[in-house]
């Protein structure tokens, strides 16, 4: 397989992405402060699939807001 992977690109950009990664710490602390929610998920792997479904189908929104991050931190 080549190392041009749309994955492993995905994987590069989100790492040096520091907007997305304020993102996921966002997502991380949601997710210690609603631990049942957390809990469900893991227990259950249609809750995995539906949350990486929101995901996907909100990535416009979130795109928009982590460019609107950029912008406001330089």
Do not use: C, H, T
Request: no cysteine.
């Amino acid at each position: 397989m080549s190392a041009y992977r749309p994955v492993r690109r995905l994987n590069n950009y989100y790492k040096s992405n520091d907007g997305f990664k304020a993102w996921i710490r966002a997502n991380e602390q949601w997710f210690r402060e609603n631990p049942e929610v957390f809990n469900q998920m893991l227990r259950n792997p249609n809750m995995v699939n539906l949350f990486m479904d929101l995901m996907v189908m909100n990535s416009p929104r979130i795109q928009k807001r982590l460019r609107k991050m950029g912008r406001k931190s330089k």
